[in-house]
Structure formats: C-alpha cells, structure tokens
T-cell receptor, first 111, second 114 residues
Framework: GQQLNQSPQSMFIQEGEDVSMNCTSS?????WLWYKQDPGEGPVLLIA?????ELTSNGRLTAQFGITRKDSFLNISASIPSDVGIYFC???????????FGPGTSLSVIP | EAGVTQSPTHLIKTRGQQATLRCSPI?????VYWYQQALGLGLQFLLW???????NRGNFPPRFSGRQFPNYSSELNVNALELEDSALYLC?????????????FGSGTRLTVV
C-alpha cells in the first residue's frame, strides 16, 4: 500500500537555526500537505501544495512539491521555541481519497 | 465557532472489553474521519463517514467499526480490545469533497488497554 517516509525522525536544534525536513512516497500524490501537532492536540494544517514544483510559504515556513510528485520538503527559518512539536507530511490522490500520513519528524528547539 | 470535539479525553479498558469513542464535527461539516495514532507510527487511516454512510475504510480488522448519526456526529467502536489497540484516536471533520487541506482535527481520545 501507499507509504510515506519522513526524515529525520527527530531533530534537536538551537533557537534561531533553520530547519529542513523531507518526505518521500512510494507512489504519486496530487496534493501534499504539511501538518504540525502540538502535545495533547490534533494536527493543524501548515501548508498545502497542489502542483508539482510548487513552492509555497507561510510565514517562516516554506514547502515544496517535488517534481516527481513522490516527495516534498519543509523548511523552517529562524526557529523559535514555539516551533516545538511533531511535523507530519501527508499525501492525497484526490479530495475523495484518504489522506496518508508520514510517521512524523519530532522537532525540539533549545533556547 | 466550536471546533471538533471528542469524548472521552482518556479511556482505560481491559483486554477483551469494548470501547466507544465519540466525535462531534464542526457545524456544517458532513464528513468525519477517524485515525489511529500509535506511538511512533504517525496517523493511520481508520474510517471515513459522510451523510451517514461509510465511504472508505483503512486496513484494520472488522472489530473496528463505527457509525455516523443524522446530526453528523460519529462513534468509533473497538471490540475485543487488544493491548496493541492502545493509541491516540483522532477524529477530523470536513465539508464533503474537501481534501486534507480542509480537515479540522479534534484533540483525540487516549485509549489505554491493560
């Protein structure tokens, strides 16, 4: 079945540093999504990508839809303590298909 | 506007028992999705309900079942609980035909099977 892999599995960074994480898939998706989950909460959508090669920003966050449609990248610039959490990539073929989630990247920011 | 609400927040059951988890979607949303989040495994898709019908199902055994009521709220039932069913169960809602970019998640129910 469809499967997503995320790397790294976890990250410990100093406040102010930039962060990069990526996601690869065994199959093609038409939509890539990035979510963040804070402790004790459900995931919240950060960025949605709809077209191969698309680069989209949301504040300090930038994500890209890979050309092959089998990968996506998320960058966070100038990290702050509130960036701590688990970041999930997710893929979807059409809006009527299930959303497939990756295993997540856990981010810790050291003040 | 109230978000997606899930109850109970925590649930402790004994192996072999049944668990019932509840989800109330955002007003106006007709689709409800259930996901299992076991430690380190990300979110695994369980079930999708819309307009009272089951629309899609993930790779879970039949002892995972659910239903959606006329007011669009939903129940997830897990029968014959096993220790590996211990997880955070998340519910999301959306308008029909909205992709994952339209999902709103609840805070989840933490199920512990002992």
């Amino acid at each position: 079945g469809q499967q997503l892999n995320q790397s790294p599995q976890s990250m410990f960074i100093q406040e102010g540093e930039d962060v990069s994480m990526n996601c690869t898939s065994s199959s093609i998706f038409n939509t890539w999504l990035w979510y963040k989950q804070d402790p004790g909460e459900g995931p919240v959508l950060l960025i949605a990508l709809y077209k191969a090669g698309e680069l989209t920003s949301n504040g300090r966050l930038t994500a890209q839809f890979g050309i092959t449609r089998k990968d996506s990248f998320l960058n966070i610039s100038a990290s702050i303590p509130s960036d701590v959490g688990i970041y999930f990539c997710a893929g979807q073929e059409t809006s009527y298909d299930k959303v497939i989630f990756g295993p997540g990247t856990s981010l810790s920011v050291i003040p | 506007e109230a978000g997606v609400t899930q109850s109970p927040t925590h649930l402790i059951k004994t192996r072999g028992q049944q668990a019932t988890l509840r989800c109330s979607p955002i007003s106006g949303h007709t689709s409800v999705y259930w996901y299992q989040q076991a430690l380190g495994l990300g979110l695994q898709f369980l079930l999708w309900y819309d307009e009272g019908e089951e629309r899609n199902r993930g790779n879970f055994p039949p002892r995972f079942s659910g239903r959606q009521f006329p007011n669009y709220s939903s129940e997830l039932n897990v029968n014959a609980l096993e220790l590996e069913d211990s997880a955070l169960y998340l519910c999301a809602s959306s308008a029909i035909g909205t992709g994952g970019d339209g999902y709103t998640f609840g805070s989840g129910t933490r199920l512990t099977v002992v």
